[in-house]
């Protein structure tokens, strides 16, 4: 298990150089930034894993950064699923097109649940919600697990949006 990173991952994953007019951009708005890196470690390492290992957690970010075809933020959560000790079920999940051979586990309700909110968030529905119920999710990993999907595609929103002002 690691640790939290120290560094903004924003910064790390788009190679923003201290000195750059980006990152004298993104420093203007220093608590946002400061609130974005702890949206990340609440989401991706918060104090207690529960039912969401920490490689687990890595693997579904990496799939909704896949989705989104954000490769930085997909690469680094690849590098997190290794750090984090990810066995080949987990390393799995990052592939979107991959689903349990069950169809019918926990892991296939979660992975169908991250894919819909991800694509099509307005398809959601309650009976979504139930369905990861169903599959043995209690209220505070659904709350967990709708904090990690929220914080992944908010986090690949702006790395998009960072990303075209720093290649234009």
Same mark, same amino acid.
């Given at each position: %298990?690691?640790?939290?990173?120290?560094? *903004?991952?924003? *910064?790390?994953?788009?190679?923003?150089? #201290?000195?750059?007019?980006?990152?004298?951009?993104? &420093?203007?708005? +220093? !608590?946002l930034k400061q609130l974005t890196?702890?949206?990340?470690?609440?989401?991706?390492? #918060? /104090?207690?894993?529960? &039912?969401?290992?920490?490689?687990?957690? $890595?693997?579904?970010?990496?799939? %909704?950064?896949?989705?989104?075809?954000?490769?930085?933020?997909?690469?680094?959560?690849?590098?997190l699923i290794a750090k984090e000790?990810? $066995? @080949?079920?987990?390393?799995?999940?990052?592939?979107?097109?991959?689903?349990?051979? @069950?169809?019918?586990?926990?892991?296939?309700?979660?992975?169908?649940? =991250? @894919?819909?909110?991800?694509?099509?968030? /307005?398809?959601?529905?309650?009976? &979504?919600?139930?369905?990861?119920? +169903?599959?043995?999710? *209690?209220?505070? @990993?659904?709350?967990?697990?709708?904090?990690?999907? $929220?914080?992944? &595609?908010?986090? =690949?929103? =702006? =790395?998009?949006?960072? !990303? %075209?002002?720093?290649?234009?």
């Amino acid at each position: %298990m690691t640790t939290a990173p120290t560094t *903004d991952v924003i *910064d790390h994953v788009l190679g923003l150089d #201290p000195s750059s007019p980006l990152a004298a951009l993104r &420093n203007e708005r +220093a !608590k946002l930034k400061q609130l974005t890196q702890a949206s990340y470690e609440a989401a991706l390492r #918060p /104090k207690e894993a529960r &039912n969401f290992s920490y490689a687990e957690r $890595a693997a579904l970010a990496a799939r %909704m950064a896949g989705l989104w075809k954000s490769t930085e933020l997909a690469s680094h959560y690849r590098e997190l699923i290794a750090k984090e000790g990810g $066995a @080949d079920e987990i390393v799995s999940i990052v592939d979107p097109a991959w689903m349990p051979a @069950d169809g019918e586990s926990r892991l296939a309700a979660i992975l169908r649940h =991250v @894919d819909l909110v991800t694509l099509t968030p /307005k398809q959601a529905t309650r009976g &979504n919600i139930e369905a990861l119920s +169903a599959a043995g999710l *209690d209220d505070r @990993d659904i709350v967990a697990l709708a904090g990690l999907i $929220a914080f992944v &595609n908010y986090q =690949v929103l =702006v =790395v998009a949006g960072l !990303k %075209m002002l720093r290649d234009n």
